[in-house]
DNA sequence: AATTCCTCCAACCGCGGAGAC
DNA sequence: TGTCTCCGCGGTTGGAGGAAT
């Protein structure tokens, strides 16, 4: 059977909202506060369900909602953000006060994603160029080749060689992460070990134990191969495109036999703690950051 | 000036999780 | 334990407005 809708569509009125309907959610929001969104239209005396309230308050009428002009600081951060969580843009909006999700998302979709399919394009138009530098220099070879066998001592799979190499060294200059969106599950993800306060995670069956010290977080991995800790960055077909203005890389924390890879998940966190450590942060996040953050998802306990 | 094309973003839709019963 | 409802999330759509022809 399939799920009733949210809301009988009957005489509801959609589509953009009027300013005497917004004043009518304002004022009853700020009387009554947030929540009950399925019995708000009726109580405000709006002819609209309970969903496009709730999405109108919080993504246009909340009185600390900053509009527009989103500054090269989040910008840069939105980057980040998104090279670790994937399109998990409420929780990316969580980091950038004022921000909501959907705009996040909207401006990631129509400038950031456009800025990278750029860069991308670029290093596809230095790779073609490379290409075709190889290919007269092959055809140069050839000719060579006719001209005088005995005096072309360089082998075919040398100039291959040499070749990736030239590529290599593009490819290296210009990469940058595009993961694909996922979702995390509760049942997999790390608990905070009441003991020491260091994180863990659940295990059935331990496989191992590492401790990282000399730092101010601490990762210790209890995990096995049947609890699956992340997915972040899950991504077998990653597609690394685009800017300079990336150095973190995220990836997928598997190996290759589906494993989860204890190395690449602390890395993950270390690079949480490198974000908290920027020394031009605009913002007020102290160093609870990342523990916040696994605070803040619902979708993390800890 | 008129038309077409393109961009942006507010709003909608469907889905999944959590909690109540 | 299973079902239902509510809430929140991410993907998608459609229309307004600006740019290009």
């Known amino acids: 059977m399939g799920r009733a809708p949210c809301c009988a569509k009957v005489g509801l009125q959609k589509g953009p909202w009027t300013t005497k309907e917004d004043a009518l959610l304002t004022k009853y929001v700020q009387a009554h506060g947030e929540g009950k969104w ?24 909340r009185p600390d909602i900053k509009r527009g002009n989103i500054t090269p600081d989040e910008d840069d951060l939105l980057i980040r953000l998104h090279s670790l969580l994937g399109n998990r843009w409420s929780l990316i909006a969580g980091r950038l006060p004022g921000r909501t999700d959907n705009e996040i998302k909207n401006y990631w979709n129509t400038h950031l994603l456009k800025k990278i399919q750029r860069n ?39 100039m291959k060689k040499d070749a990736k190499n030239d590529n290599h060294q593009v490819e290296e200059k210009i990469k940058v992460y595009s993961p694909k969106p996922i979702r ?26 590492q401790e990282k010290e000399g730092t101010e977080q601490h990762v210790r991995n209890r995990t096995t191969c049947d609890n699956v800790v992340f997915e972040v960055g899950v991504n077998g077909e990653n597609e690394f495109v685009n800017a300079d203005m990336l150095d973190i890389e995220c990836e997928s924390y598997f190996d290759t036999c589906g494993v989860v890879d204890h190395g690449k998940l602390e890395r993950l966190y270390d690079e949480y703690l490198q974000l908290l450590s920027m020394e031009d942060w605009n913002y007020e996040f102290d160093a609870s950051f990342a523990q916040s953050f696994f605070d803040s998802s619902s979708d993390i306990n800890i």
């Open 120 to 158: 991308q394009q670029q290093t596809c138009d230095v790779k073609i160029d490379c290409d075709e530098q190889q290919q007269q220099q092959s055809k140069k070879n050839n000719n060579i080749k006719k001209k005088d066998n005995n005096n072309n001592k360089k082998k075919k799979s040398d």
């Open 38 to 61: 399925k019995s708000l239209p009726k109580k405000a005396g709006l002819l609209r369900c309970g969903k496009s309230c709730r999405l109108r308050w919080v993504n246009y009428l």
């Open 184 to 209: 995390l599950k509760a049942s997999n993800l790390p608990r905070r070990d009441s003991d020491n306060s260091l994180f863990t995670f659940e295990s059935n069956s331990s496989i191992g134990s």
